[in-house]
């Protein structure tokens, strides 16, 4: 599970179309890269995002949304045909989908290009490969820079809760985008853990590159392995089954007095689970923020 932009799979921002090889057709060959088109006759953008969202969360190394093609086709590009299959497999129920070979790895990186700051609150985040102040980030080719909307919403909530010598546990850190604000923040120590090896290892050198080493720890342990209590925990997770599986142990992580920040989570009018489910297991939040169809809620320990 991860953040950054990836709440799960949230990942960077779609580029421009790149397309190849004609029409999606049949299976494709099982070795070399390959397109995943998914078809979503919808003029909803947040369907668009699901699509986009599910096949970050597969495996994609990149994703673009085609706004010329028939049926409006969001598009993945996958390191090998297996893992196409697999994502076809998983998200053939839902959309109409196909895969078919790409000429090349090229467009792997086209959405770099599209790339851009984001500023929330005393934060601002940057792809690492542009120049400037802030928190730089190199999210590698699967994961996010920080411009999600979920991710904004984390920051937020980050922003208003964390002070100098808060400690702060990020559960599914991604690229470690939020376990680096809270550090800019003023937290003393922050543990930032993913149960993904690869999550870790981009996470861990974007805090050394931030010069965040002496504060945040990454850890691989799931967070009911996690000992002691930290006066913010923040879990961006994606939609409400994931936070909800582990509400008592995001719940069981919060120091009295502190808080528990949820984002990822995505409007029932959208295609998301109702929230209170979630409210149900964790009491009434005490905040709660959106941006599009995207919520996120915090909840304050009552210790």
């Known amino acids: 599970m991860r953040s950054g932009d990836q709440h799960g799979g949230i990942g960077p921002p779609v580029a421009t179309p ?95 290009a599209w790339a851009k700051p984001v500023t929330v609150g005393r934060l601002t985040i940057r792809p690492a490969w542009i120049d400037g102040d802030g928190i730089a980030i190199e999210p590698g080719r699967s994961f996010g820079t920080g411009s999600h909307p979920s991710t904004r919403l984390a920051l937020a909530a980050l922003d208003r809760g964390v002070s100098p010598g808060t400690t702060v546990l ?26 993904d090896a690869g999550a870790r290892a981009v996470a861990a ?28 925990v923040v879990a961006n997770l994606g939609g409400v089954l994931a936070p909800l599986a582990i509400a008592d142990q995001l ?14 989570l995505l409007a029932p009018d959208a295609g998301g689970l109702d929230t209170r489910e979630l409210e149900r297991a964790l009491g009434a939040p005490v905040d709660r923020s959106t941006e599009g169809d995207w919520i996120a809620l915090t909840w304050r320990d009552g210790g």
């Open 18 to 112: 790149t397309l190849t090889g004609g029409p999606p057709r049949g299976d494709a060959p099982r070795s070399g890269p390959v397109e995943l088109a998914i078809t979503v006759a919808t003029p909803h953008e947040h369907e668009r995002e699901l699509a986009a969202d599910a096949l970050w969360a597969l495996g994609a190394t990149a994703v673009v949304d085609d706004p010329s093609s028939r049926g409006r086709a969001v598009v993945g590009g996958f390191a090998c045909a297996d893992d196409a299959t697999a994502a076809l497999a998983a998200l053939r129920d839902r959309w109409a989908v196909a895969v078919l070979p790409a000429a090349d790895d090229s467009w792997a990186d086209a959405w770099r």
């Open 170 to 195: 990020d559960v599914g850190t991604g690229t470690g985008v939020l376990a680096i604000a809270g550090a800019v923040l003023g937290a003393s120590r922050v543990v930032a853990i993913d149960v």
């Open 251 to 264: 719940a069981s992580r919060v120091a009295p007095g502190g808080a528990l920040i949820v984002s990822g």
């Open 205 to 232: 050198a974007n805090v050394a590159a931030n010069g965040c080493a002496g504060v945040v720890t990454v850890d691989h342990r799931a967070v009911g392995a996690i000992r002691g209590r930290f006066d913010v």
